[in-house]
């Protein structure tokens, strides 16, 4: 079955120093990947996606992840923390982009002055 | 932009109560999706449906059920809530073709049964 897995349950970062979450998927054939962040009491934003191609995307608010097949990761990046990233993100899976999502149990991020 | 729209930001029901969530997209989307949100679970999926009148299973769907009778509306239904069903849901829509568009989620509807 389906299944994506976030190892980091909490990540503490300090403003302005980089930051990486981590994400394995399991479906190997064709992944249709994606990054949600979600503020606390918010709904889900979409940060970037992953269908095919380049296989860095870049998203919004300064985010890129780089899709690794050979290790079936699909890790999120930022070069510099602001405190407004402080949120839980999600790494989801999709066959085919457009079917049900599967969801990774998330990553909190704090970040500390 | 797409619009999902779920008709409560907060719930509180009884035990026992048949409780209605709504979920209405404006952009003509076939597919509909219910997810819980829990602590440490993420978001688990609870049924979807690929157009009007069908339905399948997620996940977790016990105890919940869904009606699709207009192409913009899904609506998830737990016949006698329970506490155990005390959570964040979001509703989300995409569609067919899936693709670029991607998912938009609506903004949730926390519920408490007490």
């Known amino acids: 079955a389906q299944s994506v897995t976030q190892p980091d349950i909490h990540i503490t970062v300090s403003e302005g120093a980089s930051l990486e979450l981590r994400c394995n998927y399991s479906?190997?054939?064709?992944?249709?990947l994606f990054w949600y962040v979600q503020s606390p009491g918010q709904g889900l934003q979409l940060l970037l996606k992953?269908?095919?191609?380049?296989?860095l995307v870049q998203g919004i608010k300064g985010f890129e992840a780089e899709f690794k097949r050979s290790q079936s990761s699909f890790n999120l990046r930022k070069p510099s923390v602001h405190w407004s990233d402080a949120a839980e993100y999600f790494c989801?899976?999709?066959?085919?982009?457009?079917?049900?999502?599967?969801f990774g149990t998330g990553t909190r991020l704090t970040i500390i002055p | 932009d797409v619009k999902v729209t779920q008709s409560s930001r907060y719930l509180v029901k009884r035990t026992g109560e048949k409780v209605f969530l709504e979920c209405v997209q404006d952009?003509?989307?076939?597919?509909m999706f219910w997810y819980r949100q829990d602590p440490g679970l993420g978001l688990r999926l609870i049924y979807f449906?690929?157009?009007?009148?069908?339905?399948e299973k997620g996940d977790i769907p016990e105890g919940y059920s869904v009606s699709r009778e207009k192409k913009e509306r899904f609506s998830l239904i737990l016949e006698s809530a329970s506490t155990n069903q005390t959570s964040m849901y979001l509703c989300?829509?995409?569609?067919?073709?899936?693709?670029?568009?991607?998912?938009?989620f609506g903004s949730g509807t926390r519920l408490t049964v007490v």
């Open positions: 479906y190997g054939a064709t992944p249709y």
């Open positions: 952009m003509d989307h076939e597919n």
């Open positions: 989300a829509s995409i569609l067919a073709a899936g693709g670029v568009s991607g998912y938009t």
């Open positions: 449906s690929y157009d009007v009148k069908m339905k």
């Open positions: 992953y269908f095919s191609g380049d296989t």
């Open positions: 989801a899976d999709s066959n085919f982009g457009n079917e049900k999502l599967t």
